[in-house]
């Protein structure tokens, strides 16, 4: 068996998040039962963001701040189950196992300034 075949375990999963308006101070966006509120959870720059982009690059920090933000000192006890990335308006959710089992980590959106692709992750395969 060589290397890279040890590690490769199949493909991860994937979802996404678009922000199609400006979110207000409250709205919320849930991922695996992790509520992720904006202006709490979700911060923006100081100054007032007026694209949609910039509310995306947020989410997608906040998302990604909280897998590091976990352990005996932290308010966290486990890290989110994704990681994040940003592209415009669009925030793309990973999950963080490869294969199948991603395709069962579910997200939603409770604003409508922000439309989520799907209930849950999809396209996770195993090898």
Known sequence: MNALAMYWKGVPAMGSFTVVDLPKQGD???????????????????????LTADYAQ?????INA???EFGRYHRRTKPIKVWASAY??????????????????AYRSN??????????LTGGADS
């Open 66 to 68: 909280y897998n590091f």
């Open 111 to 120: 604003t409508a300034a922000i439309t989520a692709e799907g209930a849950t």
């Open 28 to 50: 919320t966006v849930e991922i695996v039962g992790t509520t992720f509120e904006f202006g709490q959870d979700v911060v923006t720059p100081p100054q007032k963001p007026t």
């Open 88 to 105: 415009g308006s669009v925030v793309t959710l990973i999950a963080r196992v490869q294969g199948s089992a991603g395709n069962n980590y």
């Open 58 to 62: 947020a989410l997608a920090a906040a």
